[in-house]
């Protein structure tokens, strides 16, 4: 009942969250190094909004899915680099699942047919 | 303060976070080729707007409506600073209202209000009047449990010396009515009550870790109460002590020969009652049913002993123990409450006017914030954290001043108010003072907020607009002025009553002398067999002793120390035949006892040393009872048959009354009968000594005590204090009350001339562009002076006009509840008046002064 409610925000922030999260899965990064990892891994496709990308950043941190530490960078710079907590991990795993049904649901509806084979 | 400063860190580091995402992205594009300028430009470009990145950003952390308060309070109290004489003002005039309130309030909640720890006070209830002794025996339908007490002090050693300790006797069920078990041991069971020859005791708290560093091996040793062998079986908890600092709690003796208690202690405990009746009511039974029972139970036994001479008492009193222990002081205590708040109330109305003042100089700020888009609320939210600064700043600062004032309460306040010394800062209290304070802060905040609001803008914004404007708050602070100087009227009127009863009482004629007398209490130990004549012994040793004294002038001794809580009680007195025809307080001396008190013979002769028991029965008497008799000269001779030990008396000698200045109370009838001629059954162990010297007697007191130790066997020597000292404490009550309460009026005076003070110099301040157009037009510096102080007079003369009449129309309740006065003092009220007057004028003088010296081309300037 409640999927029906999703609405296009929710969606968008979930999927950002579960994007990051996923990104953070493969080693700390800061957070240009976040936006450029989900650039290049989605094919140039998905551009992430700055603005959207630090809010996100500090939520994921309140909700300790994530934990923040300055780092001092290659070309000696400061940092603030971003890495998963193992409660962040789990979340993932719950989000990917989700992500899967959702993105499996969606298919069926857009291909009927296809699915239906399956079954 | 932590909070600000993570917060700075939080918010710099998310300003660091965004500059070194820019960096690294203009980076990677001169990487790709691009001039380090093109790249910078571009990565500006997509970032976006930094600003609100950190604002949406900042929004996640959720802290936005704190760091708004935050930036109220920042403001608030920079305009606190701005103007720092005037906050102190305020402040410090709230701090005062919310300390002395609070402190009173404490001392309420201890002495009145807190229950005392072991007791029920809806069960537990004392039952008052004469004779109650046989109460059990008549059945009550009310009552759970009856129980007799009896308490007075006694002597107590375990070995060597003695101390004197309150003790109570009391029967077995005692401790069931307070449902308190003892921490060791047990308590004392009915046989041991009936038989009254077992002697063991139960010792409080106090005592055992005293005397046993509470150690369980204090059951079963022997402590020595007034000097008879008693077999310690049980420790009552720390929190149980009743009544008063009882020490010791013994089996009383049904009939038999009792403990000996001296009644001359102070046992927390309305006097005249001498034995005493605790009881706890059944479930279910209200205090009014059970008074209704004792009443109709009391007839009973009226109707039962009619004809006999049994007496029955008169009324039957039931109350719950808190109210008895307190009810002496209850009023006196609520009325200094209520002056208490008047001066916090002064304090309020002064805050609320000195903020209406302010409220009006800025209601051109106010008025700018709104054309520039300010919403009403933040306004009113920010002024509202002004007022909140100040009520906070001077509630903790009124903590300050009611914590100093508790602890001189305990130092220094009356030595026979109950559980004075358990008075601590009343929590409830201090947030009900933070409360008025808040609201008086609030309403003075509102009010400009209000005024502002109805304001044509255009008009206040523009320059010539608010000088003008503002008759409303103006008129507001007026009224606020007279309210709080009428207050302080009221407030003088009371403290100037209670000072002037106060030293009427002490101008009372006392008819004795009581320059350089030392008076001592001891209590000379005789074994229970020993014949009158041992008694008489021992008290003409202890008078011997005080011979040689260095400039001894007189020593005698009495039963009753003077000045002491009870007086040797009374006796029914048969004249002339007709039987009870007078009731007189009894008393027995010995030596130059009315030469050491300074009583001087007013007809006869004084008791002799000859007069012994083998010679006639003589006693003096006081001019009062002398009054039956037609005067002093026609009472000599004349004899009186006393109800205790019978027997005829012939009156000897008059001396004039020898007034206890306490209670305000008409002399009453008194007989002094020679110890040598009467039972030790009747005079009881009690013994005083007072010895009149030509100098200074406290010097004396050292040699007294040396002399004394080898007659009295190490047995204490206590109460030692000149007799100026003993009349004195017999008012400290009436006199700590006064001399608050004139320290309540003190402060209210103060705080409403710092009110006028505010008033007028910011009406002075506001109007200085009017004052330079009055001297530009020809207005000499004296017509100015003569402007502000009459504004400032007209202010006071209406408030003490509005006092007075108060006062006036209040006379009636204010002289019942005021310390018995009967007389209104007209130049009490006279003094009180002009004094304000004065100051008053002391008070405009400086605004005035400043309003008479302004030069009129700077004040057409002002703005």
């Given amino acids: ?119 | 303060m932590r909070f600000l400063f993570w917060r700075r860190k939080r918010e710099e580091e998310l300003d660091e976070e965004l500059q070194s995402h820019l960096r690294m992205a203009t980076q990677d594009r001169v990487e790709r080729g691009e001039t380090s300028e093109q790249a910078e430009q571009f990565s500006r470009r997509q970032i976006g707007n930094v600003g609100l990145i950190k604002e949406t950003t900042r929004d996640i952390w959720g802290w936005r409506w704190l760091t708004d308060v935050v930036q109220d309070l920042r403001f608030g109290l920079r305009m606190l600073r701005k103007n720092p004489g005037l906050s102190a003002l305020l402040i410090l005039t709230l701090a005062v209202g919310v300390g002395g309130t609070t402190a009173m309030y404490s001392v309420i909640e201890a002495v009145v209000l807190r229950p005392l720890p072991y007791v029920d006070d809806t069960r537990v209830m004392v039952i008052t009047g004469e004779n109650l002794k046989t109460l059990n025996e008549w059945g009550t339908q009310s009552f759970e449990i009856l129980a007799d007490f009896r308490a007075g002090g006694l002597d107590l050693s375990f070995s060597g010396s003695a101390q004197r300790v309150m003790a109570s006797e009391t029967s077995e069920n005692y401790f069931t009515v307070f449902g308190v078990q003892p921490v060791i041991g047990r308590v004392y069971t009915s046989a041991e009550v009936v038989a009254g020859r077992e002697r063991v005791a139960v010792i409080a708290d106090a005592l055992w870790r005293t005397e046993f560093s509470a150690s369980p091996e204090a059951i079963g040793a022997t402590v020595h109460l007034n000097e008879i062998p008693y077999t310690i079986i049980g420790v009552m908890p720390s929190r149980f002590s009743f009544p008063g600092k009882t020490a010791v709690w013994v089996p009383i003796t049904k009939g038999g020969q009792s403990l000996q208690l001296s009644r001359s202690e102070q046992v927390d405990f309305p006097s005249m009652m001498n034995d005493r009746v605790i009881g706890s009511l059944r479930p279910g039974i209200s205090v009014e049913a059970a008074r209704v029972e004792m009443e109709g139970l009391r007839q009973r036994m009226e109707r039962f002993y009619a004809g006999t001479n049994v007496g029955v008492t008169s009324r039957i009193g039931v109350s719950p123990v808190t109210r008895i222990l307190s009810a002496r002081y209850r009023s006196e205590l609520y009325y200094l409450l209520a002056a208490a708040a008047c001066v916090l109330l002064i304090g309020c109305v002064n805050a609320a006017g000195l903020l209406l003042a302010r409220g009006a100089v800025r209601r051109r700020e106010m008025a700018v914030r709104l054309v520039l888009g300010a919403g009403r609320w933040r306004i009113v939210r920010q002024l509202l954290s002004e007022s909140f600064l100040l009520a906070v700043l001077s509630t903790l600062i009124g903590v300050g001043l009611t914590w100093i004032v508790v602890v001189l309460i305990r130092a220094y306040g009356p030595a026979d108010v109950p559980r004075l010394s358990e008075v601590t800062v009343n929590t409830n209290a201090l947030l009900f003072a933070l409360g008025i304070a808040l609201a008086a802060g609030i309403l003075a905040a509102l009010w400009p907020a209000f005024v502002s609001s109805t304001v044509q803008l255009g008009a206040a914004v523009h320059p010539e607009g608010p000088r003008g404007a503002g008759r409303l708050s103006q008129r507001g602070r007026r009224l606020l002025t007279v309210a709080e100087i009428a207050l302080a009227v009221i407030l003088a009127a009371g403290a100037g009553i209670a000072l002037q009863s106060l030293r009427d009482t002490l101008k009372i004629d006392l008819n004795f002398q009581p320059e350089r007398v030392l008076t001592m209490r001891v209590s000379p130990k005789l074994p229970r067999s020993a014949k009158p004549a041992e008694g008489v012994a021992l008290r003409r040793r202890i008078l011997d002793e005080m011979q040689g004294l260095p400039g001894l002038i007189a020593a005698g001794e009495v039963a009753n120390a003077p000045f002491s809580q009870d007086s040797g009680g009374g006796w029914f007195l048969d004249i002339d035949g007709k039987l009870a025809a007078a009731f007189a307080e009894i008393e027995f001396v010995e030596g130059d006892y009315f030469s050491a008190y300074g009583l001087p013979l007013l007809a006869g002769r004084t008791l002799k040393g000859s007069d012994t028991d083998g010679t006639e029965h003589v006693v003096v008497i006081n001019k009062t009872l002398a009054g039956l008799f037609g005067g002093p000269s026609q009472a000599i001779g004349k004899q009186l048959h006393v109800e205790g030990p019978g027997e005829v008396w012939q009156i000897v000698g008059v001396v004039p009354d020898a007034r206890a200045i306490e209670a305000y109370t008409r002399p009453r009838g008194q007989v002094y009968f020679p110890f040598t001629q009467i039972s030790p059954k009747w005079t009881g162990g009690d013994l005083a000594i007072l010895v009149r010297a030509s100098g200074d007697p406290s010097g004396l007191e050292t040699e007294i005590r040396k002399r004394l130790a080898h007659v009295l066997n190490d047995s204490p020597v206590f109460q030692v204090r000149t007799l100026d000292a003993a009349v004195l404490d017999s008012v400290a009550t009436p006199r700590f009350n006064s001399k608050t309460l004139a320290g309540f009026a003190g402060v209210a005076i103060l705080l409403a001339l710092v009110g006028i003070y505010g008033v007028v110099a910011f009406s002075v301040a506001q109007r200085t562009h009017e004052i330079g157009v009055r001297l530009a037009l020809g207005a000499s510096p004296g017509q100015i002076l003569r402007l502000v102080l009459g504004e400032g007079m007209k202010l006071c003369v209406a408030g003490i006009v509005t006092g007075l009449g108060i006062v006036l129309a209040f006379q009636k309740v204010i002289l019942s509840v005021l310390f018995g006065v009967k007389v209104f003092d007209t130049l009490t009220l006279v003094i009180a008046s002009s004094a304000l007057l004065s100051a008053t004028l002391l008070a405009c003088a400086l605004p005035a002064l400043r309003a008479s010296r302004v030069h009129p081309t700077v004040a057409l300037r002002y703005e």
């Fill in chain 1, 1 to 119: 009942m409640k999927e029906r409610y999703l609405n296009r925000i929710e969606l968008l922030q979930g999927t950002l969250d579960m994007l990051i999260l996923q990104t953070l899965q493969w080693g700390p990064r800061h957070g240009y190094g976040l936006s450029q990892s989900i650039r290049t891994n989605s094919g140039e496709i998905l551009k992430v909004d700055t603005g959207s990308l630090y809010p996100a950043l500090h939520r994921l941190e309140k909700q300790k899915l994530i934990a923040a530490e300055w780092k001092v960078s290659e070309n000696n710079q400061r940092t603030r680099v971003y890495k998963l907590t193992s409660k962040g991990k789990k979340q993932l795993r719950s989000e990917r699942s989700r992500w899967s049904q959702l993105s499996e649901a969606i298919a069926g509806v857009l291909d009927p047919a296809k699915s239906e084979g399956d079954a």
